[in-house]
Antibody, heavy 119, light 111 residues
Framework: QVQLQESGPGLVKPSGTLSLTCTVS?????????WTWVRQPPAKGLEWIGEIYPSGTTNYNPSLKSRVTISMDKSKNQFSLKLSFVTAADTAMYYC????????????WGQGTLVTVSS | QSVLTQPPSVSAAPGQRVTISCSGS????????VSWYQQLPGTAPKLLIYDNNKRPSGIPDRFSGSKSGTSATLGITGLQTGDEADYYC????????????FGGGTKLTVL
């Protein structure tokens, strides 16, 4: 049973950096999957943030690319998200999820973690 | 503004059938598979349909998907009150802005 669990601060100050970690169980992040972050602002739709492959290759949403970094720690079976220079518009539920290589769907999702940007 | 266009809301009575549309372009739906997600209140999205019309294990056959050209449709038959949720379509964008894209979501109300 594949499970993903997000963790990190629930409150970030404006202009600061949002940092989240996703811990994966039931699968190895070294396997042929794309490990992905998706966010959802309150009462709004889903937004793809970006993803990382075991080789270290990353893909980012062009609208966020200048502020996003996704990395992985294979020894801990975790991958992480950093979003810099945050504003209130970055307040959202952040989900980690998994996409099989060569496919476009997201099979397993974490429960999500709410990050609020406020002073 | 979402890349894929869905109606904001649909409604139907229990036992009835409802369809939810998802419209895109040749650079996304037109050249890639479509997936659908169900998001019950206060929970994470759940994969409902993948590769246009396939159901993951455990998803009842009341849920179906189809795709034609640059549009896709989710169908739900035998509506139940437990189907009240937000539904999102998703696919891949193959243009210079490559990446995952979603519709704005459709709120299903079972009257």
């Amino acid at each position: 049973q594949v499970q993903l669990q997000e963790s990190g601060p629930g409150l970030v100050k404006p202009s600061g950096t949002l940092s989240l970690t996703c811990t994966v169980s039931g699968d190895s992040i070294s396997s042929n999957k794309w490990w992905t972050w998706v966010r959802q602002p309150p009462a709004k739709g889903l937004e793809w943030i970006g993803e990382i492959y075991p080789s270290g290759t990353t893909n980012y949403n062009p609208s966020l690319k200048s502020r996003v970094t996704i990395s992985m720690d294979k020894s801990k079976n975790q991958f992480s998200l950093k979003l810099s220079f945050v504003t209130a518009a970055d307040t959202a539920m952040y989900y980690c999820t998994r996409r099989r290589d060569g496919h476009s769907y997201f099979e397993y999702w974490g429960q999500g973690t709410l990050v609020t940007v406020s002073s | 503004q979402s890349v894929l266009t869905q109606p904001p809301s649909v409604s139907a009575a229990p036992g009835q059938r409802v369809t939810i549309s998802c419209s895109g372009s040749s650079s996304n739906i037109g050249n890639n598979y479509v997936s659908w997600y169900q998001q019950l209140p206060g929970t994470a999205p759940k994969l409902l349909i993948y590769d246009n019309n396939k159901r993951p294990s455990g998803i009842p056959d009341r849920f179906s998907g189809s795709k034609s050209g640059t549009s896709a449709t989710l169908g739900i038959t035998g509506l139940q009150t437990g189907d009240e949720a937000d539904y999102y379509c998703g696919t891949w964008e193959s243009s210079l802005s490559a990446g995952g894209v979603f519709g704005g979501g459709t709120k299903l109300t079972v009257l």
